[in-house]
T-cell receptor
């Protein structure tokens, strides 16, 4: 019974490149959430998705960031034209329907050089 | 809107001493409250949660928390600290119809031998 999986665990990108972060939710979970943790800060909500739907993206920066959760395959958080300020740990969480409990993945640590 | 405030970004206790990590919440609706623990370079693990049942909630690893509506608090305690408790602890709240989690800024617990 695998937990939430995220890959890669560490990602290094140069300024201006694209970063793609993947999240495979736990089996049977249809809800996915992305959070960002900046150094010395707590986790900030970015986006909440269900299969093929973005439910709430109020925490996503208006530009360069996008997220999807297709019918098949993992959820993807995509950051275009990365800048140094995007360096952070990005966590994905999943939950089943009608549950208040979110299960977190180990995170992807993005470093922009 | 919901929010949580964690008092003290760093707490140090001696091994065997009482652990007390403070969290106050603000919520316009009855809240669901959580404590998560994060070990270095890992994801978040749920310690315990309050969902309007018993006000004293017992979690994993000997931790417990008491929901006090009159004080809008949900402090985390453990009678006797262990070296393995050294980690960062996050208080979190859900409120308002779906599972968007709002996290506090975290408290780093140091356990001194």
């Amino acid at each position: 019974n695998a937990g939430v999986m995220q890959n890669p665990r560490h990602l290094v990108r140069r300024r201006g490149q694209e970063a793609r972060l993947r999240c495979s939710p736990m089996k049977g979970h249809s809800h996915v959430y992305w959070y960002r943790q900046l150094p010395e800060e707590g986790l900030k909500f970015m986006v909440y998705l269900q299969k093929e739907n973005i439910i709430d993206e109020s925490g996503m920066p208006k530009e360069r960031f996008s997220a999807e959760f297709p019918k098949e395959g993992p959820s993807i958080l995509r950051i275009q034209q990365v800048v140094r300020g995007d360096s952070a740990a990005y966590f994905c969480a999943s939950s089943p329907r009608d549950s208040d409990e979110q299960y977190f993945g180990p995170g992807t640590r993005l470093t922009v050089t | 809107a919901q929010s949580v405030t964690q008092l003290g970004s760093h707490v140090s206790v001696s091994e065997g001493a009482l652990v007390l990590l403070r969290c106050n919440y603000s919520s316009s609706v009855p809240p669901y409250l959580f404590w998560y623990v994060q070990y270095p370079n890992q994801g978040l693990q749920l310690l315990l949660k309050y969902t309007s049942a018993a006000t004293l909630v017992k979690g994993i690893n000997g931790f417990e928390a008491e929901f006090k509506k009159s004080e809008t608090s949900f402090h985390l305690t453990k009678p006797s600290a262990h070296m393995s408790d050294a980690a960062e602890y996050f208080c979190a709240v859900i409120g308002g119809g779906y599972q968007k989690v709002t996290f506090g800024t975290g408290t780093k617990l140091q356990v001194i031998p």
